[in-house]
């Protein structure tokens, strides 16, 4: 798909044909979607926008039914003795709780604001691999559907979200091995989009953003996508053994045959802590974004909240076996892994400070994004701190089989992470909608979750203070607990009320007026571009001269050091300087100075190089003069404010392969689940056939308009790949 404004190829090998000539056509298979709608638009989209949206869109799908088992579990808890849910409807119930809020909703939540906002808060028009980037989703809502065919299936997943072994290749049926396989197509899902998050963020930065101009969420997004490119191998190499000894009867963790009966615990925390990272950075980013917005001030100490988020990363591999510290790993890694968890809680501390230095003497406006982000502060101070009490060994032995660490991740998680999500969601919503969400509703959601959020988990610090252990279905009477269960479960339906606000203020706002471009009068790129933001993002990408360069753009300092309205724009302060630098050179344009300033170097380039490089230089200059010529000749606009010819911007076509591709993955597992190898080798003939056609496919439309314009309109160019085109 082409549109208007991007630079032209630069090599031979990446030239569209000559004018009146015609690219054979591919077969009728392998051809790309030409303008599709509907429903037929998203399913074969490689837009990084509505990829992120649909993220966004299918996690809070599974956050509703991770809900609705969590509100079943404190029913079941709410009063002794209760039979609402048998002891294995229960265990698959909490299993799938737990794997759904961390795998299927917080992780793709972040996916989701990362897919839509990365690019553009860094200048770029596209993601670094579209097509790989659809695949991911596709992947990942394949790999979540297929977990929850098992309750259709036999039953599903019933030995905890963090499926203990030896005790998981014991467990009969096929609940876990739903959960094993189902794990390992969301590891792909997540590890292909961190490889494309982290190739867009460090190649596809505009001129001038520089890693310490890049915004916070930006960074934090990055430090997250690096965690789970390095942790995802280690659970992935733990699920491939748990499925070795389920499927085929291997030992890697039999007791019984001299296997290490820890050693599950090792892989899967040395995955899991770093995994709390990945959960709670993003959010962390949210929240340094909406922040000074709303205190209108920027972030306090920009660079040691970087490094902060970069030291949590690091310490975070060193902290696994704090929740090993009952299982006997001995004296000296119970004081080292203390000391690291201890530690860890100090760039921590410097971040939450930092944010209270940002609203400090601000003129605070307490929307409702700022409220989340005020609730994900003094919540996860709240989790934090607890979490600190687990580094002291004697107390953490006393609390870790008990409620009193469900009410420590939930405080982090849900306290942490989903709030700082909704603050996002509301900042964000007028940018990828173009609607303003209800300010009212969201400041009642936000007061009725944060009731219900702090009955239901507060009460789980007294209760495991009083012995309740985690990971029951029932209690007795006459414990002490039945109260604070109560409570607790009463406070878990308010959070639901919550959530009923939200999607209420979701369908009200279809009818809200145009929010324009910059409602917040924000101050990062992505506020520069209108709202929804077109396709390609930028007709030109932007310069970048400083930190928050969309402020800055729209606010110069007074005399005393105050912000205060332009009176010009950068680009006409620019065109001054241009024409002050034009005129010292005694009326030369800046084209002429630049190209005297190239023929200098050139000629003294040319002086030092020998002969036979002087040749090379020669025979390339002769290509890209035919390249440039064969452009000139293609040109068919002409910008008459710049005085220069339009230039093109090709992104990439739709394509049907992501999505293909993605379905043959739960084929395959199905077959080895019930080890029926043709159902195995009809999905990997599928998985091979659907890459073979993604590769052979044509890089975008088949059909190409005589007269391209300004909007979006197919074309048979090839995409320069700095711009993200597959």
Same mark, same amino acid.
């Given at each position: 798909?082409a549109?208007?404004?991007?630079?032209?190829?630069?090599?031979?090998?990446?030239?569209?044909?000559?004018?009146?000539?015609?690219?054979?056509?591919?077969?009728?298979?392998?051809?790309?979607?030409?303008?599709?709608?509907?429903?037929?638009?998203?399913?074969?989209?490689?837009?990084?926008?509505?990829?992120? !949206?649909?993220?966004?869109?299918?996690?809070?799908?599974?956050?509703?039914i991770?809900?609705?088992?969590?509100?079943?579990?404190r029913?079941?808890?709410?009063?002794?003795?209760?039979?609402?849910?048998?002891?294995?409807?229960?265990n698959?119930?909490?299993?799938?709780?737990?794997?759904?809020m961390?795998?299927?909703?917080?992780?793709?939540?972040?996916?989701?604001?990362?897919?839509?906002?990365?690019? %553009?808060?860094?200048?770029?028009?596209?993601?670094?691999?579209?097509r790989?980037?659809?695949?991911?989703?596709?992947?990942?809502?394949?790999?979540?559907?297929?977990?929850?065919?098992?309750?259709?299936?036999?039953?599903?997943?019933?030995?905890?979200?963090?499926?203990?072994?030896?005790?998981?290749?014991?467990?009969?049926?096929?609940?876990?091995?739903?959960?094993?396989f189902?794990?390992?197509?969301?590891?792909?899902?997540?590890?292909?989009?961190?490889?494309?998050? %982290?190739?867009?963020?460090?190649?596809?930065?505009?001129?001038?953003?520089?890693?310490?101009?890049m915004?916070?969420?930006? $960074?934090?997004?990055l430090?997250?996508?690096?965690?789970?490119?390095?942790?995802?191998p280690?659970?992935?190499?733990?699920?491939?053994?748990?499925?070795?000894?389920?499927?085929?009867g291997?030992?890697?963790?039999?007791?019984?045959?001299?296997?290490?009966?820890?050693?599950?615990q #090792?892989?899967?925390?040395?995955?899991?802590?770093?995994?709390?990272?990945?959960? !709670?950075?993003?959010?962390m &980013?949210?929240?340094?974004e909406i922040?000074? *917005?709303?205190?209108?001030?920027?972030?306090?100490?920009?660079?040691?909240?970087?490094?902060?988020?970069?030291?949590?990363?690091?310490?975070?591999?060193?902290?696994?076996?704090?929740?090993?510290?009952?299982?006997?790993?001995?004296?000296?890694?119970?004081?080292?892994? =203390?000391?690291?968890?201890?530690?860890?809680?100090?760039?921590?501390?410097?971040?939450?400070?930092?944010?209270?230095?940002?609203?400090?003497?601000?003129?605070?406006?307490?929307t409702?994004?700022?409220?989340?982000?005020?609730?994900?502060?003094?919540?996860?101070?709240?989790?934090?701190?607890?979490?600190?009490?687990?580094?002291?060994?004697?107390?953490?032995?006393?609390?870790?089989?008990?409620?009193?660490?469900?009410? @420590?991740?939930?405080? *982090?998680?849900?306290?942490? =992470?989903?709030?700082?999500?909704? &603050?996002?969601?509301?900042?964000?919503?007028?940018?990828?909608?173009?609607k303003l +969400?209800?300010?009212?509703?969201?400041?009642?959601?936000?007061?009725?979750?944060?009731?219900?959020?702090?009955?239901?988990?507060?009460?789980?610090?007294?209760?495991?203070?009083?012995?309740?252990?985690?990971?029951?279905?029932?209690?007795?009477?006459?414990?002490?607990?039945d109260? $604070?269960?109560?409570?607790?479960?009463?406070?878990?339906?308010?959070?639901?009320?919550?959530?009923?606000?939200?999607?209420?203020?979701?369908w009200? =706002?279809?009818?809200?007026?145009?929010?324009g471009?910059?409602?917040?009068?924000?101050?990062?790129?992505e506020?520069?571009?209108?709202?929804?933001?077109p396709?390609?993002?930028?007709?030109? %990408?932007?310069?970048?001269?400083?930190?928050?360069?969309?402020?800055?753009?729209?606010?110069?300092?007074?005399?005393?050091?105050?912000?205060? +309205?332009?009176?010009?724009?950068?680009?006409?302060?620019?065109a001054?300087?241009?024409?002050?630098?034009?005129?010292?050179?005694?009326?030369?344009?800046?084209?002429?100075?630049?190209?005297?300033?190239?023929?200098?170097?050139?000629?003294?380039?040319?002086?030092?190089e020998?002969?036979?490089?002087?040749? @090379?230089?020669?025979?390339?200059?002769?290509?890209?003069?035919?390249? /440039?010529?064969? @452009?000139?000749?293609?040109? #068919? &606009? @002409?910008?008459?404010?710049?005085? #220069?010819?339009? /230039? #093109?911007?090709?992104?990439?076509?739709?394509?049907?392969?992501?999505?293909?591709?993605?379905?043959?993955?739960? %084929?395959?597992?199905?077959?080895?689940?019930?080890?029926?190898?043709?159902?195995? !080798?009809?999905?990997?003939?599928?998985?091979?056939?659907?890459?073979?056609?993604?590769?052979?496919?044509?890089?975008?439309?088949?059909?190409?308009?005589? /007269?391209?314009?300004?909007?979006? =309109?197919?074309?048979?160019?090839?995409?320069?790949l700095?711009?993200?085109?597959e």
């Amino acid at each position: 798909m082409a549109i208007t404004t991007s630079p032209p190829p630069q090599s031979p090998a990446e030239l569209p044909p000559p004018p009146g000539s015609a690219r054979p056509a591919p077969l009728r298979l392998l051809r790309r979607p030409t303008e599709p709608r509907g429903l037929w638009n998203w399913l074969t989209t490689v837009d990084h926008k509505k990829i992120g !949206i649909m993220y966004s869109a299918a996690a809070f799908v599974f956050f509703i039914i991770g809900g609705l088992e969590a509100l079943m579990l404190r029913v079941q808890l709410g009063s002794p003795e209760n039979t609402f849910l048998s002891a294995d409807a229960y265990n698959q119930v909490f299993t799938m709780h737990g794997t759904t809020m961390i795998f299927l909703v917080v992780m793709p939540l972040s996916a989701g604001f990362a897919n839509f906002l990365l690019p %553009i808060m860094v200048g770029a028009r596209d993601v670094a691999f579209p097509r790989l980037n659809a695949f991911g989703f596709w992947v990942f809502l394949s790999g979540g559907l297929f977990m929850y065919t098992s309750f259709f299936l036999g039953g599903a997943p019933n030995g905890g979200w963090f499926g203990y072994a030896p005790l998981s290749r014991l467990m009969p049926g096929h609940n876990m091995d739903y959960w094993v396989f189902g794990l390992q197509i969301l590891g792909i899902a997540s590890l292909t989009g961190a490889i494309n998050l %982290i190739v867009t963020v460090i190649n596809l930065r505009a001129p001038g953003m520089s890693l310490f101009r890049m915004p916070i969420f930006v $960074w934090m997004s990055l430090v997250a996508q690096f965690l789970l490119l390095f942790a995802l191998p280690v659970i992935t190499v733990a699920l491939f053994l748990l499925m070795f000894d389920r499927q085929f009867g291997a030992n890697f963790f039999n007791a019984q045959a001299g296997a290490d009966p820890l050693l599950w615990q #090792h892989l899967f925390w040395l995955f899991g802590h770093p995994e709390v990272y990945i959960l !709670i950075l993003p959010a962390m &980013g949210v929240v340094s974004e909406i922040l000074p *917005v709303f205190s209108r001030k920027p972030l306090f100490g920009y660079q040691v909240m970087v490094i902060s988020g970069i030291a949590i990363g690091f310490i975070g591999w060193g902290v696994w076996a704090h929740h090993m510290f009952a299982t006997g790993v001995g004296p000296v890694a119970t004081a080292a892994f =203390s000391a690291s968890t201890m530690f860890i809680a100090v760039p921590t501390g410097v971040k939450i400070f930092n944010w209270l230095a940002t609203m400090w003497k601000g003129k605070i406006k307490a929307t409702a994004p700022f409220l989340f982000a005020v609730g994900f502060v003094t919540m996860f101070t709240i989790g934090g701190l607890s979490g600190v009490t687990h580094a002291v060994v004697p107390s953490d032995t006393q609390q870790t089989d008990t409620y009193y660490i469900v009410a @420590h991740f939930h405080y *982090v998680l849900f306290g942490g =992470s989903i709030f700082g999500l909704f &603050g996002g969601a509301f900042y964000w919503w007028p940018k990828m909608f173009g609607k303003l +969400l209800d300010d009212r509703l969201g400041k009642w959601q936000f007061w009725v979750m944060l009731l219900g959020f702090n009955l239901t988990f507060g009460p789980f610090h007294i209760l495991g203070l009083q012995g309740m252990p985690r990971r029951i279905y029932t209690y007795p009477e006459n414990r002490g607990w039945d109260v $604070w269960n109560a409570v607790a479960t009463w406070g878990s339906f308010l959070i639901a009320v919550g959530v009923l606000i939200f999607m209420v203020n979701v369908w009200k =706002s279809r009818k809200s007026p145009a929010a324009g471009d910059d409602p917040w009068d924000a101050r990062t790129l992505e506020w520069s571009i209108p709202s929804p933001p077109p396709e390609y993002n930028f007709k030109d %990408i932007p310069l970048v001269v400083a930190r928050d360069d969309w402020w800055h753009r729209k606010y110069e300092e007074d005399e005393d050091g105050r912000p205060v +309205l332009r009176t010009r724009s950068i680009e006409e302060e620019r065109a001054a300087e241009t024409a002050a630098l034009e005129a010292a050179a005694g009326g030369r344009t800046m084209a002429e100075i630049k190209e005297d300033t190239a023929e200098t170097a050139a000629e003294a380039e040319a002086e030092a190089e020998a002969d036979e490089a002087a040749e @090379h230089q020669a025979d390339h200059d002769e290509m890209a003069t035919a390249a /440039e010529d064969t @452009h000139a000749h293609e040109d #068919h &606009g @002409h910008d008459e404010e710049q005085g #220069h010819d339009e /230039e #093109h911007i090709h992104l990439p076509s739709p394509s049907y392969w992501p999505l293909m591709a993605s379905l043959s993955l739960p %084929i395959i597992c199905y077959g080895l689940i019930y080890k029926f190898l043709p159902v195995c !080798i009809l999905g990997g003939v599928w998985l091979l056939g659907s890459i073979y056609a993604w590769a052979l496919e044509p890089a975008t439309e088949p059909e190409e308009p005589d /007269e391209p314009g300004p909007e979006l =309109s197919a074309s048979t160019d090839l995409a320069p790949l700095s711009q993200g085109s597959e």
